[in-house]
């Protein structure tokens, strides 16, 4: 049995003013994600529409995206580490469900290499998926159980 060793960072910089967050791994490989992307990239329930759509790899879907807006949804507050595998992010909206770990973040990576790498591997949505998406992230769908919780 083989053992495979994860990719790790070597740092981490969020650039609040770029909306950038870079990422240099340990064998020299140099991330640069957009706030917008780690949003719709964001690995929680609720932003993949439910435990059913979550995956262990991005959704390629998310690169043909537009980009959000600058508002509360895309502006980090903070980034705490989750135990040494990941990080999960704090957006100043209140969202902080999702954790992002180190191989689902070298699998976001935006840089025309992994993109090239994506493309070869056919991970390329069709316009009606995409347009599927965004429509999805415009018009979530609303929760179908009321809850009313009393102390």
Known sequence: MTMTTMTRP????????KAELTIVWEDGHKSVYSFSLLRHA???????GGHENMHRDPDPVVFYLPEIEDSPK???????????YGIN?????GHHYGIYNWDYLRKLCPCEECQKAREA???VPDEETI???????TNPPKPQIQ???TL
């Open 10 to 17: 070597a740092s981490i910089t969020a650039d609040r003013e």
């Open 42 to 48: 964001c690995p929680c329930a609720e932003c993949a």
């Open 74 to 84: 895309v502006r980090i507050s903070g980034i705490d580490p989750v135990g040494n």
């Open 89 to 93: 992010i704090l957006w100043e909206d």
């Open 121 to 123: 591997a056919g991970l």
């Open 131 to 137: 347009a599927k998406e965004i429509e999805r992230r």
């Open 147 to 149: 809850i009313e919780f």
